[in-house]
């Protein structure tokens, strides 16, 4: 119980479970032939399915159906070989069927799990469900004072509604939660995860109960696109149940949707006025039958994911999970990371990747550090500095120019001047400079004050311009020293 | 050419190859026909332009002897709920009254690439609503057929497609299409005196036809005899990508086995089929029917289907459910009729009260209750289960039996206005014909007949799924031995 609202009268546990909804990667919508594209003129990706002209018929996307049963399997979910399209019947403009496709009882995916490394140590969290169904179009309001407009462009894309189970505890689980189910998602392949683009929305269930009472009343809240909102939206709504509970009222079930700008939820509609979508199964399809071959030859197929990367990422790279954690999150920086450790120091590999270069993408907004800079350039810097031609300060130094330039690590030492010096000779002679220009101090350290030692390095790589070799200057002044 | 007016498709298309006559020529005696024969409301809307396009297409096809197509040349008309690309459709409602369609149904296609010539767009009941087709925005269809007993009383041609069945009898087009949801080919087609095939659910592709009850919906010829049926059938089905319900059995060559007999067919005789209201002449014809096809070798067996007189109730709430939900894309946003209102509500409120007729707002409001919270299991989940009952008769049955021997309808054409008021004894029109629907068999409506009044009987042959072949060939038969070409002069 690391995470609650504290009360007037006691410590409430909060309750979340999550509906994701993931637009799957494909060319195609769910059940037409029209692209899926991101940013098309409104309406230049519409065809009569997605339009729901009259006499218009769905036919399923194999490729979606592929994608969803890839996830099903990257979830260790159950694959039903048998599931049912159902339309949901609701009225809206941005709605042309006035249904929309899903599944209800009988969904493409059964239960499943994932794990996240919480605050407490590992957690499985249950997956409900996952489904197929259609997205819907958007309706634009901003665009002109009496009328509003329809952008039929994302009507009939394919999405897959993954549903979890009220395992979660906390904004903090819930962003490890989606962030997990991000990164299998973009290993599969099955969904781009790009919340901002509107490719993973989330919607979620907040209740709030004493510790080891029933479940409260649950509130969903609707869409929110960021995880940093999600936080805020589930913070502000589990105080709200609170006060409402602790003040002698009660939580009504009801869709509320977050106002980012005041970072409060506010009602949409209760659960007396919430739709009765009459589901019933599509009569335009028939039920969606799986092999169990193709399920077989698709497990095969599934790409090793985080978790099983993770700990071979430990073994065989002895590097600490913290940081295998953070490597695997992203499918693209372990695959930067395999390349970039293959004959190098995993540790120094790890210092470099996680620190200069992801706070440099972290800068520039980037998530592929291979768009910041290739793994061979990136290499022969660490190959420079680990064989001592470069110093790790100066590496640092020169690191955003290095990746901004179009020069190779040895062409920017070369013509930066930078190459360490290394040369027994050259050191030692600056060293006996700095002794001769500071007799003073030296007295003081023969004396017994041999903290100088530090400052005589100071000097010595200032008049070296900082190429001096810190360890041959150590080494050698230390030895000089003792004379 | 004396009489083009009895031509049937097999006989124009002999004229047509020996190229006594030509598709424009024949096609222009259909305008002439269209034009007199206003009154009767078969057309909403006439593609003269269009048909003489395409029956020049097809006189070229006949001179260079190249590429001939199972209906080259041949004037048709097109139900109103097919949608052709440039051409109206309107589905007989209000709500799609300016509906101009930017693609083509692959049954029209099909025809078209068969050598087809569309004369026009043919009335029907609203959304194929009705059993009279007096449900359409465009007014009732009447049929050319007259009582013997009041030669002044208009009659209903039946529904939905009232418009393809009255235009045949009329000798308007030389075929028509259709589609039956319940019965909405093979009414029209017995209450006309015509042949209307519904073949097995999958057979034609629903791809650009109106939806109704999807999972019933299914395309069909309307004929003047057998052998049109079987070649016009042959033109309109194919299996079809964009439909997911639609077949990819093979598809027979039909007209070739039409004549084939029926020697060794074993014909079920359903006892439930004696329903409540069965006309006395239809059951005569009926008994006439079995005597017939025994008459030619086939064998007649008493079967039994339990669960029929649950059909007509099942289909009442399953057929309304699918239609609630395909019924609602029209809503007056992207397409078809839009009426204005203060708020989105209004505009949905006022676009759907002022566009939809109303059989359609009752099937849309039935549909929606039995769909709703609290009511689905009890209506629709058990109708569900019931049709699966209806579907498990006929399987059994046909354990028996190669085809079953109904008639088509309790009663023949009746007045137009009668049985307006109470929707329940409309709906009995298709007591026989929709528990095959619901079963998604084919079933063929071949007239047999006429009774006291002089007004046609039509009886059906239902057979297992994908076996129309069957259907022909018994059909057949009764249509020779009825001698119905004869009674009908």
């Known amino acids: 119980m690391s995470y609650f609202i504290r009360g007037h009268e006691s410590k409430w546990e909060v309750v979340l479970g999550l509906e994701v909804h993931a637009q799957i990667n494909s060319l195609s919508k769910l059940f037409s032939p029209s692209s899926t594209g991101y ?50 019947n609701y009225f809206y403009p941005d709605l042309p069927q006035g249904y929309q496709i899903s599944q209800f009882e009988n969904p493409i995916v059964g239960s499943g799990h994932l794990i996240i490394e919480a605050e407490e140590g590992t957690k499985k969290i249950g997956i409900t469900r996952l489904h197929l169904e259609q997205d819907a179009g958007k309706s634009i309001h901003d665009q002109d004072f009496e009328n509003s407009f329809i952008d039929l462009n994302r009507s009939g894309c394919a999405l897959m509604e993954i549903v979890s189970e009220p395992d979660l505890r906390s904004p903090s689980e819930v962003s490890l939660y989606i962030k997990k189910l991000r990164s299998i998602l973009r290993y599969l392949g099955s969904c781009d995860g790009n919340m901002e683009k509107g490719n993973l929305r989330v919607d979620v269930n907040v209740s709030v109960r004493r510790f080891d009472a029933e479940l409260g009343t649950r509130c969903e809240i609707k869409n929110i696109n960021s995880i940093k909102f999600i936080q805020q939206a589930i913070e502000y709504e589990a105080r709200r149940q609170v006060k409402l509970i602790e003040s002698g009222k009660i939580v009504e079930q009801q869709t509320r949707l977050f106002d980012s700008q005041k970072g409060e939820t506010r009602a949409m509609r209760s659960k007396e006025e919430s739709h009765d ?93 291979q768009s910041a800079i290739s793994v061979e350039k990136f290499g022969e810097l660490l190959d420079l500095i680990n064989d001592g031609t470069l110093s790790n300060r100066l590496a640092k130094e020169l690191f955003v120019e290095f990746i901004e330039s179009n020069m190779s690590a040895s062409e920017l030492v070369k013509k930066k001047g930078m190459v360490q010096i290394s040369d027994e000779n050259e050191i030692i002679n600056m060293i006996e400079t700095v002794l001769d220009q500071n007799q003073k101090m030296l007295e003081e350290y023969r004396s017994g004050k041999e903290k100088l030692f530090g400052f005589f390095v100071g000097q010595i790589m200032k008049i070296s311009n900082g190429k001096a070799n810190p360890q041959m200057v150590n080494t050698l002044l230390t030895k000089r020293l003792k004379k | 050419m004396s009489n083009l007016s009895d031509l049937t498709i097999s006989q124009a298309k002999e004229l047509l190859l020996n190229r006594s006559i030509s598709s424009v020529e024949l096609t222009k005696f ?82 078209w690439e068969e050598g087809a010539v569309l004369l026009g767009k043919t009335n029907l009941d609203e959304f194929a609503m009705g059993s009279a087709n007096t449900t359409s925005f465009f007014g009732n269809v009447v049929n050319p057929w007259k009582s013997k007993n009041d030669i002044d009383k208009k009659l209903v041609p039946g529904g939905s497609s009232g418009g393809s069945a009255s235009a045949v009898a009329a000798d308007l087009c030389l075929a028509a299409t259709g589609s039956d949801t319940g019965g909405s080919i093979r009414q029209p087609a017995s209450f006309c005196g015509l042949v209307g095939m519904k073949p097995t659910y999958g057979r034609c592709s629903r791809f650009g036809m109106i939806a109704f009850a999807s999972s019933l919906d299914q395309a069909g010829p309307i004929t003047k005899d057998v052998l049109d049926s079987s070649i016009m059938l042959k033109s309109m089905c194919s299996y079809d990508k964009k439909d997911s319900t639609s077949s990819k059995m093979e ?27 069965l006309n006395s002449n239809v059951n005569d014809n009926w008994q006439k029917g079995i005597e017939w096809l025994k008459s030619e070798g086939a064998e007649i067996i008493e079967i039994n289907l339990p669960h029929t007189q649950s059909a007509l109730p099942t ?175």
Not at chain 1, 43 to 69: F, T
Not at chain 1, 291 to 302: G, N, P, R, S
Not at chain 2, 251 to 274: H, S, T, W
Not at chain 2, 348 to 364: H, L, P, W
């Open chain 1, 277 to 369: 979508y009459r589901y019933f199964p599509d009569p335009d399809l028939p039920p969606l039958i799986l092999e169990k071959k193709m399920i077989e030859d698709l497990k095969l197929q599934l790409p090793e994911l985080p978790d099983k990367k993770k700990i071979r990422f430990i073994e065989t790279y002895g590097i600490k999970k913290y940081d295998a954690e953070i490597l695997v999150s992203e499918k693209e920086v372990a695959e930067y990371f395999e390349k970039l450790v293959s004959d190098r120091d995993p540790k120094m590999v790890v210092t470099w990747l996680t620190g200069e270069l992801f706070s440099y993408l972290n800068k520039k907004n980037l998530d592929n550090p």
């Open chain 2, 315 to 489: 289909y009442y709430i399953l057929a309304p459910a699918e239609a609630s939900a395909n019924l609602a894309r029209y809503d007056g946003i992207r397409f078809g009729l839009r009426e204005i209102g203060k708020d989105l509500d209004e505009v949905y409120k006022n676009t759907r009260a002022s566009g939809f007729g109303n059989e359609v707002k009752r099937r849309i409001m039935i549909g929606t209750y039995v769909l709703s919270a609290g009511y689905y299991d009890a209506y629709y989940l058990k109708a569900l289960k019931v049709r699966k009952l209806i579907s498990d008769d006929f399987s059994k049955a046909f354990e028996k039996c190669d085809c079953i021997l109904t008639p088509t309808t309790p009663g023949v054409a009746f007045g137009i206005g009668e049985k307006q008021d109470d929707p329940l004894e409309m709906y009995l029109n298709d007591v026989l014909t929709v528990p095959a629907s619901l079963a998604g068999l084919p079933a063929i409506s071949v007239p047999s007949g006429l009774n006291d009044e002089g007004l046609p009987i039509g009886l059906q042959i239902v057979a297992r799924p994908f076996d129309e072949e069957t259907c022909f060939k018994a059909a057949f038969v009764i249509e020779q031995l009825s001698n119905f070409n004869k009674l009908k002069n």
């Open chain 1, 39 to 88: 940013g098309a003129e409104p309406n230049s990706q519409v065809n009569l399915i997605d339009a729901g002209m009259p006499g218009a018929l769905p036919v399923i996307n194999q490729e979606c159906v592929k994608q969803a049963v890839i996830t099903g399997l990257g979830l260790n979910a159950k694959i039903n070989l048998k599931s049912i399209f159902d339309r949901k």
């Open chain 2, 30 to 111: 259909f305008f002439d026909k269209i034009s007199n024969f206003k009154n009767l409301n078969c057309f909403i809307t006439e593609t003269f332009d269009q048909a003489l396009k395409m029956s020049k297409i097809s006189d070229e096809k006949y001179k260079l002897k190249k590429d001939i197509g199972l209906m080259e040349g041949i004037p048709i008309g097109m139900k109103d709920l097919f949608c052709t690309n440039q051409i109206k459709t309107t589905a007989g409602s209000k709500i799609l009254k300016n509906f101009i369609p930017f693609y083509e149904s692959t049954v029209s296609k099909n025809l």
């Open chain 2, 251 to 277: 598809i027979p060559d039909f007209p070739k086995i039409v004549k084939l007999g029926v020697k060794g067919i074993r014909v079920g005789i359903p006892d439930e089929y004696i329903v409540d209201g």
